[in-house]
């Protein structure tokens, strides 16, 4: 198994966010977790990445115990965070916002050179940019950048924290393809935390459900998608 999360508890203050939640995401899989707000979809994004700590539990990533290490060592391990809201630097140039993705990373030159025309190649819209400052860029756009990013670190498990937010429904289908093609062609295992829970399980192979911190349901995408109860309170029908 590629990230094993077992029964982890958060609290912020006292305040509960997780109980025993586990998940699984194995090597080259899509899994999703949807939830309503507040859910504590962004916490467990926070503790696979160590921005909180849990209180009980272990996390996994090939087979070793990560619980607790500093964002910069899960990053170095192959985990990265394209975060909700994107958190682009406005003020950077597109390269810029891109070299920061490797920041955690000591790619030599050549590698750095390798993964700019990784990015390059997949995102033709950033390269024609790359000079531009970022905050210059469509939603659609920054969005790319985010993945574009998160790439540069060069993963083997990418969680994306509501990719979808804010973008207009053809921009979203955009977005989408470009997380199909990161995990076919780049063979990265993704994460995908998404409100478009349609979406979200219709191209991922399993799904969690998150319901007040903990999991009420989990099982394969398409079974999901076609559960009356998940339909009429996730998918809106
Ligand atoms: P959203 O989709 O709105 O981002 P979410 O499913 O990602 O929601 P979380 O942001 O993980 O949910 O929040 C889970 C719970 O923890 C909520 O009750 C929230 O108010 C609380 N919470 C989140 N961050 C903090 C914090 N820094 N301090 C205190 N409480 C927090």
Redesign the pocket.
């Known amino acids: 198994m590629l990230l094993s999360v077992n029964g982890i508890c958060v609290a ?1 203050d006292k ?1 509960s ?1 997780l109980t025993d939640v586990s998940i699984e995401c194995d090597q080259g899989e899509i899994v999703s977790i949807i ?1 309503a ?7 467990l994004m926070k503790s696979i990445m160590g921005r909180v700590k849990p209180s009980h539990g272990t996390i996994f990533f090939h087979g070793e115990a990560i619980t607790g290490l500093p964002g910069h060592k899960i990053v170095e391990k192959g985990i990265v965070c394209v975060p ?1 809201g994107r958190e682009i630097f406005n003020g950077l140039s597109v390269q810029d916002n891109l070299e920061v993705g490797a920041i955690s990373r000591s790619f030599s030159p050549k590698e750095m050179k390798a993964h700019f025309e990784m990015v390059y190649d997949m995102f033709p819209i950033l390269a024609e940019k790359r000079g531009q400052i970022a905050g210059a860029l469509s939603g659609g756009q920054q969005q790319m950048l985010a993945l574009g990013r998160g790439l540069m670190s060069d993963p083997t498990l990418m969680m994306l924290d509501e990719p979808s937010l804010g973008l207009a429904p053809i921009v979203v289908d955009e977005v989408f393809d470009f997380i199909k093609k990161i995990n076919n062609e780049n063979g990265i295992s993704v994460i995908l935390v998404e ?1 478009n829970a349609y979406m979200a399980l219709e191209i991922s192979r399993r799904g969690y459900v ?1 319901e007040n911190g903990s999991i009420s349901r989990e099982g394969a995408s398409n079974a999901l998608i076609n559960d009356p109860t998940i339909k009429s309170a996730y998918l809106g029908k």
């Open positions: 912020y305040i966010a939830g707000n507040g859910a504590g979809k962004s916490t909700e409100q998150l």
